[in-house]
């Protein structure tokens, strides 16, 4: 009896022996068919391309502000309209002066002629002929000058309408109806919104290839809106230690002031993390060396994260059954 259950472990031992030697089924594949690109990130933001403090540029009685704190503005909408009557009457009394001078040149007109026809007849000296024509040179000079008044009077008359720039939303008001204006006077503050740009800080490695690119988004809350490059700083800022870039974006755009990353790929060749093993204190991939499984360590491979492989593309890498191999197993490959 003794000897018989003796017999049975052996048998067992054995038995598992044979099983530990036969060949693990795999699958393999290129490695050039299995990198994928590695997804950078850099903190972005939507920003203006202006964002204006709009001030008086005459001296007038504040009459009405047309758009208030949250109004959408389109270019040439009013923004604040000022008392124009001083301006009105400015410009009225400038074109009469200019009537009374245009009489003027009239009349120097008519002496000088006249002068010209006495001077055939010896009735008038030279000195007399000059005289008038000087007269009629100084009329013509005064109309000239009068000519400038006006339209600085008209300026200062169009003025007194502050139209918005640009399409735009208002921010912030500081002007106050029967409030008086002066040249320089806060009257009301717009951000643009026409021309958004996205402001991110990329780092200095990863800024050379950033121009040819073929794929970036601004990805915030969600939603995502490609963009493209418009200029890439070549300064690093002191208290970031990054370069600051900004794009534009490619269609719609999200809103001025959302935060979020600008996104892209760059072709490096990345060993996914599904592939990628820990056997002792290494990450790394199985290849197959003489239908045998060859464990290679990734160095500086970290946990959760693809990384970078030195190795040829062609090389055939463990893609299936990766996970429970140790390094020298014989495998079964899919298809062989």
Not at 25 to 35: E, F, I, K, M, R
């Amino acid at each position: 009896m003794f000897h018989k259950f003796m017999i049975v472990p052996v048998i067992a031992l054995a038995a598992v022996a044979v099983s530990a030697a036969d060949p693990v089924a795999v699958s393999v594949q290129p490695l050039g068919d299995l990198l994928i690109d590695r997804e950078l990130r850099a903190p972005a933001s939507v920003v203006s391309a202006n964002r204006a403090v709009v001030t008086a540029e005459v001296s007038a009685l504040i009459k009405e502000v047309a758009a208030d704190v949250g109004a959408a503005v389109r270019k040439g909408d009013p923004l604040i309209r000022l008392d124009d009557d001083n301006a009105r009457l400015a410009l009225a009394h400038a074109r009469a002066s200019l009537a009374a001078l245009d009489a003027q040149i009239d009349q120097a007109k008519q002496r000088l002629l006249k002068a010209e026809e006495l001077l055939e007849k010896s009735f008038v000296s030279d000195d007399e002929l000059t005289s008038r024509r000087t007269d009629l040179a100084v009329v013509e000079a005064n109309r000239n000058a009068q000519l400038v008044a006006i339209m600085q009077a008209e300026l200062t008359l169009s003025r007194t309408r502050i139209n918005a720039p640009y399409d735009a939303t208002v921010v912030e008001r500081q002007a106050q109806v029967g409030g008086f204006a002066m040249p320089g006077s806060p009257l009301i503050t717009i951000v643009q919104t026409d021309r958004r740009e996205i402001d991110a800080e990329i780092d200095p490695q990863h800024a050379k290839g950033l121009a040819s690119v073929s794929e970036l988004r601004f990805v915030s809350q969600g939603q995502s809106w490609p963009v493209a490059l418009v200029r890439l700083s070549d300064v690093i800022e002191t208290s970031t230690r990054k370069l600051r870039g900004r794009f534009v974006f490619s269609g719609d755009a999200a809103p001025v002031g959302a935060s979020g990353e600008l996104v892209w790929r760059e072709s490096q060749g990345l060993v996914p993390v599904t592939l990628i093993v820990q056997r002792g204190t290494e990450f790394g991939v199985f290849v197959v060396n003489d239908s045998r499984a060859q464990f290679v360590a990734i160095p500086g491979a970290q946990e959760g994260r693809p990384a970078a492989l030195d190795l040829s593309r062609g090389t055939m890498v463990v893609s299936r059954g990766h996970i429970l191999l140790q390094d020298g197993d014989a495998l079964q490959i899919d298809g062989q």
